[in-house]
């Protein structure tokens, strides 16, 4: 969630990251075999082999206090560094929830060095952009600045995570500002169904709760709650300095040791293990008699960040697709559920989603449907889901394998995309994952595969659903076993009905 009036919000790069691609010539003979000439085979050979020369070095090097510190020098005249912390809302119980996402709004508000408007003049006068998120399981805080200011933005970084007032003011006015961020959120009915997607896929655990936390939380989270969450997980281990763009890593390297080698040292005590959580099949509606449309979810269990499936996974996802009424295509689309959609007008739109997290995950759709519509659309989600179990055709793969590459190649697509990438890789994997191998990796899923692993978290498989809509929603039977609303639900307003299927 993004917080803090005195960031601005990065607006999207500009420049494209450009890769090599040959294409060798292919003719056929009368036996019907592929003849590659062969001048144009070496062409190919060299062009690809170019391609891996010229992707810059992520360099990685962990310092004393457990600090890693990665780096992707691309030399461009900017360049985008932050702090990945391997602390999110998972870390918190049910009594300081919502706890680092307020640490993150304070983090904007002073430190022992600079005043709230000092940073500000700071920032802007550098020309340079500050930014920061919480997420389920991380916490980031990031600034995009010239090369040359490379120094002072790690400097104002590490001022920043250890250095915050936290003011007794300061703290009181961000509690409003939380507040209407939470009104905000309420507006956007796509996260509140992944919001309720997550508290009955995760019942009663920490990934169920909300980033933000209940609004009784905002009103009582106290100083001593934001320091001992600072003192608890802000440690060494947990944090990964990662910089991209125009970085000399061993620039990045003395300015790390500088600024935080002897600092995180002193967070002694042991590292919180991550709590585990679990699946739980189930459902839960919320019905709203003023809504003209429902908006659902629907997900299985899938696996974490460096679960082996978790490739094969992504093929899949990309299979299925997403499509909106304002695509053009109809029953020319590449996605067959988008076209048995498109030829029976069963939604507005739907999206794929394939959400990891360390141990867990959630594989599934999002969609928007007329209340009328949703169990036929339901239906035909489930009859394609188990078509990927069946009958997935090598073609259908091959075409998913080429798009995914796609996606992400235009994903890392400037020096905040590429520093973002970094750093999230190091707190999941310990390591930045090489563009080559990554598309060996996917180059290595064919239909077989996809059948195998989709069969083993599909098939016969409880999903979890969540759905926001109008009162026929309630009408269409998505369940299979009934059960009472679990306790720690709230209750719903006047005219909205909240149930919870298990």
Known sequence: MAAAAARVVLSSAARRRLWGFSESLLIRGAAGRSLYFGENRLRSTQAATQVVLNVPETRVTCLESG???????????????????????????????????????MAFKGTKKRSQLDL????????????????????????????KDLPRAVEILADIIQNSTLGEAEIERERGVILREMQEVETNLQEVVFDYLHATAYQNTALGRTILGPTENIKSISRKDLV?????????PRIVLAAAGGVSHDELLDLAKFHFGDSLCTHKGEIP?????????????????????????IAVEAVGWAHPDTICLMV?????????????????????????????????????????????????????CESSTVADMLHVVQK???RLCTSVTESEVARARNLLKTNMLLQLDGSTPICEDIGRQMLCYNRRIPIPELEARIDAVNAETIREVCTKY??????????VGS????????????????????????KKELRLVC
């Open 67 to 105: 600090l890693r510190v990665a780096s992707e020098d691309s030399g461009l005249s900017t360049c985008t560094v932050g702090l990945w912390i391997d602390a999110g809302s998972r870390y918190e119980n049910e009594k300081n929830n919502g706890t680092a996402h307020f640490l993150e709004h």
């Open 471 to 494: 009162p026929l929603l309630t009408e269409s039977r998505l369940d299979k076993y009934q059960g009472p609303p679990p306790s720690n639900m709230e209750t719903s307003p006047p």
């Open 316 to 368: 899949a996802n990309t299979l299925i697709g997403n499509w909106d009424r304002s695509f053009g295509g109809g029953m020319n689309l590449s996605s067959k559920l988008a076209q048995l959609t498109c030829h029976g007008n069963l939604c507005h739109s739907f999206q794929s989603f394939n959400t990891s997290y360390t141990d867990t995950g959630l594989w599934g759709l999002y969609m928007v």
């Open 384 to 386: 394609e889901w188990m």
């Open 273 to 297: 293990a991550l709590p585990p959580c679990k699946f739980t099949g189930s459902e839960i509606r919320v019905r709203d008699d003023k809504m003209p449309l429902a908006h659902l979810a």
């Open 120 to 147: 500000e003049l700071e920032i802007e006068n550098m020309g340079a952009h500050l930014n920061a998120y919480t997420s389920r399981e991380q916490t980031v805080y990031y600034a995009k600045a010239f090369s």
């Open 458 to 467: 599909i098939y016969n498989r409880s999903p979890a659903i969540a759905a």
């Open 228 to 236: 001992d969450y600072i003192t608890t997980h802000y440690k060494g």
